[in-house]
């Protein structure tokens, strides 16, 4: 983690930056005092968390905020103010700020605060990568609610059902199934929301010019650490002509693995 302390108070800087330092010995952790050095650390190409002083001599915590947020629109800002009001405070929040904190009690509450700030953004940065990883997949991915709603859905399946990007969340998944498939699809759905992983199975899909499209597809559990089962992920391989006419008449393996469930860490 990339830490920027915004500081020219010497001593307040010098007691902030020994608790930072004290509390993530693993983080990078910088410091500008003046105009000149705040540009030049702008020119970086990362910093996760901003702590600033919202009265500088130079400068206000607003016009900070507002050179951070351009440069680094998901950094996390925290602001240290002992005369900011809360019209400021109203206003600067607006512009994306994450915390304030009141001088000088806030000092004993900044470290639990950054703390709260990185894990936030390492969240931030973890789900960005899966969606990366999920998007980079051949394979088109979809998840569905207990509803059976279409919570999100990957670059492959828009491209395989034909839909634009978003068009198909919030929409019931029976949208993607032939009428004589749903009653099939929907008592898989509910074996894995109870924790099943459905293993890969022939069937067919509808894309949204009504075209049917054979698919092999898995159906798995979806958790959040040890939190209940909210969505079941969907994953389709379209399959060749041959293959297509095969699963059409072939017989569905009904047997019952394990009952485990996919846990998405956040960590």
Known sequence: MHLLLVEDNPTDRMVIQARLRRAF???????????????????HDRCDIVITDYWLGWS????????VRDRWPRSRVIMLTGNGGEEVMADAFKHGLYHYLLKPDGFDELVAVTAAAIESK?????????????????DAVYSVDTSGRITAINVAARRMYGYADLELVGLTNEILMPAGRRDEIRRMHARALGGEIVPRFMTLQVRSDG???????TILPMRHGDG???????IATAIGKQTREASVASTRDESHPPRHALALSTR
Request: aromatic share 4%; hydrophobic share 45%.
């Open 211 to 217: 075209t049917e499209i054979a698919v092999s597809m």
């Open 228 to 234: 209940p089962i909210s969505n079941v992920a969907f």
């Open 25 to 43: 010995p693993s983080a990078q952790i910088v410091a500008a005092d003046d105009p000149n050095g705040l540009s030049e650390h702008l020119k």
């Open 60 to 67: 206000d915590g607003l016009s900070i905020l507002q050179r």
């Open 122 to 138: 390492r969240r931030e940065d973890f789900n960005e990568l899966m969606a990366l990883i999920v998007n980079s997949l051949p």
